[in-house]
């Protein structure tokens, strides 16, 4: 994989070095944001972004769960890892009672930071399940062309915006640091793109635009409509993962067990419980990954100014694609009245 001649620098040292010549944002200090082929990406993610670009090589039966951040990412590794070792693990001595659903479906971006690491997913066994917060644009041409599976899952952007505020707050307490961002720094931020893994808009595009170019590839879910109805996702989950709930575990009601078992109530208490620091880089602790977990809580961070002018860029980026994110402030306040 890598260039061994004396006096050469390896791929390694080529990437690390390419990182540090990349245009630098540094506005969500601590977090440092290079722009990587056209996308503001995270600089801790960069190195691993382009050995997955190099060397990773996907297979027709992989399972690729995809996501921009704070939109939905952890429940949806629980429910698949869940879900497609059932048969495997009994419910009360389940692997998610000691371990985060990320230690449970590995990072692309991140374990591809180590060859080694990279390696390791390369002598998994199939079905392969692997998570990423790379846009489509950005993934290894392996995954665009071999056909696997995609699961995407979107989330409302300004209950993502706010997610994300708060997870970066996470992140600067554990670094030991005290500053953190205003909000309404990260709004304009976020507004201009300039978020680690880009344009929330773009990303959510580049997998819809695969899903209606690609019929049957793409399986597109949304958060709101997971949280209305988790059972009803799970079932569409397992059957596009080809393993679908039997007459039998229908009947006995493996899926309301899974559900439980993943609900954000349940995982928020076991990282509690855990207490303990996990990647990215040892900073973010088994809890870091909870808060909340609802719809809607944009409306306590948001003046009605910020709101609506989300809405319209939504709204602008959106148009003539057939993709709807969340609810507009004049569709909400009038169904919630």
């Known amino acids: 994989m890598e260039n ?27 977090v440092r944001l290079r722009k990587y082929q056209g996308v503001w990406m995270s600089e801790y993610f960069l190195v691993g972004t382009m050995n997955a670009q190099r060397y990773f090589k996907s297979r027709p039966t992989d399972i690729l769960l995809a996501s921009y951040p704070k939109s939905g990412t952890t429940w949806l590794k629980a429910l698949a890892f ?7 693990h009994s419910f009360g001595c389940h692997p998610l009672h000691h371990l985060n659903p990320h ?9 591809a930071g180590s060859l080694e690491s990279l390696s390791e997913i390369d002598a998994a066994s199939d079905p392969r399940l692997i998570s990423t917060h790379l846009p489509f644009s950005l993934l290894p041409e392996s995954i665009k062309s071999c056909g696997c599976r995609l699961i995407y899952v979107c989330r409302e952007p300004k209950d993502t915006l706010v997610s994300r505020w708060h997870y970066h707050g996470k992140i600067v307490t554990n ?17 201009d793109d300039i978020m680690p893994s880009g344009s929330i808009w773009e ?4 997998y819809w635009n695969e899903k209606t170019q690609t019929p049957g590839r793409v399986l597109f879910l949304k958060y709101e409509e997971m949280l209305e109805d988790p059972t009803g996702t799970l079932t569409r989950l397992a ?14 009601g493996v ?26 880089g040892g900073i973010m602790t088994t809890e870091s990954y909870y808060r909340k977990g609802a719809a809607g809580d944009w409306r306590n961070h948001l003046s009605p100014e910020m709101a609506e002018k989300l809405d319209r860029i939504t709204a602008k980026k959106l148009q003539g694609t057939g993709l709807t994110l969340g609810r507009p402030v004049s569709e909400t306040t009038a169904m919630d009245a």
């Open 4 to 30: 061994t001649q004396e006096g050469l620098p390896t791929d390694q040292e080529f990437h690390h070095d390419l990182v540090s010549s990349l245009p630098l944002e540094e506005g969500m200090s601590p």
């Open 82 to 88: 869940s879900t497609m070792t059932r048969t495997r």
């Open 175 to 191: 670094m030991g640091k005290s500053e953190v961002i205003p909000f309404e720094k990260m709004f304009d931020m976020f507004c």
């Open 103 to 111: 230690e449970c479906v590995p990072l692309l971006d991140e374990i």
């Open 203 to 206: 990303h959510a595009l580049g």
């Open 239 to 252: 059957e596009f993962m080809g393993c679908p709930f039997t007459e039998e575990e229908l009947r006995v």
């Open 255 to 280: 899926p309301a067990e899974i559900v439980s078992l993943c609900s954000f109530g349940n995982l928020r208490d076991l990282a509690v419980q855990q207490n303990r620091r996990i990647s990215p």
